[in-house]
Antibody, heavy 116, light 107 residues
Framework: QVQLVESGGGLVKPGGSLKLSCAAS????????MSWIRQAPGKGLEWVSY????????KYADSVKGRFTISRDKANNSLYLQMNSLGAEDTAVYYC?????????WGQGTLVTVSS | DIQMTQSPSSLSASVGDRVTITCRAS??????LNWYQQKPGKAPKLLIY???NLETGVPSRFSGGGSGTDFTFTISSLQPEDIATYYC?????????FGPGTKVDLK
């Protein structure tokens, strides 16, 4: 069965960095675009980024552009999100999601808390 | 950016009631719209894609419609397990954008 397992979340100070990982299994990873979507505590869903099947193209929300970098590793069936210059507004559960249009498969999410 | 609005923001209904949520896009998005259900502490679940297509395994009491800028999501007969927050999302353009959500609870 399709499984997406995020890791790497935690507490980080404002201005700090964090790298999220997502281990994918149960499907052919290289056949799918992949996305990150986040949800601040008690708030709605916010699309963050997606990456093409081969990793050659990426898109970002304006709120993270220039600070976050999405990448993927075909050999390890893994998706990543490098997050730099973090601010309180980045505090959220970050979901790894398969696809870039119809988000059928979601991970359980990993919580990132930005606080001093 | 395409702004998505939803109404109502919350509603209370009884078991068996028909529930309808509307979603409006700030510009035309054809039928590039999804509906998700999210229960507390859980990841969202895709219910409807391409505005009106029922995702595999989703009960037929859920339905969606609309095109362009105005969309509807309907639960024909509300069940206790449908208590959740529902989001619309457009994928016509980047950035993908979600509606603010509609919280559905039992009266």
């Amino acid at each position: 069965q399709v499984q997406l397992v995020e890791s790497g979340g935690g507490l980080v100070k404002p201005g700090g960095s964090l790298k999220l990982s997502c281990a994918a299994s149960g499907f052919t990873f290289s056949d799918y675009y992949m996305s990150w979507i986040r949800q601040a505590p008690g708030k709605g869903l916010e699309w963050v980024s997606y990456i093409t099947k081969d990793g050659t193209d990426t898109k970002y929300a304006d709120s993270v552009k220039g600070r976050f970098t999405i990448s993927r590793d075909k050999a390890n069936n893994s998706l990543y999100l490098q997050m730099n210059s973090l601010g309180a507004e980045d505090t959220a559960v970050y979901y790894c999601v398969r696809g870039y249009m119809h988000h059928r498969c979601w991970g359980q999410g990993t919580l990132v808390t930005v606080s001093s | 950016d395409i702004q998505m609005t939803q109404s109502p923001s919350s509603l209370s209904a009884s078991v068996g009631d028909r529930v309808t949520i509307t979603c409006r896009a700030s510009q035309g998005i054809s039928n590039s719209l999804n509906w998700y259900q999210q229960k507390p502490g859980k990841a969202p679940k895709l219910l409807i894609y391409d505005a009106s297509n029922l995702e595999t395994g989703v009960p037929s009491r859920f339905s969606g419609g609309g095109s362009g800028t105005d969309f509807t999501f309907t639960i024909s007969s509300l069940q206790p397990e449908d208590i959740a927050t529902y989001y619309c999302q457009q994928y016509h353009n980047v950035p993908r954008t979600f509606g603010p959500g509609t919280k559905v609870d039992l009266k």
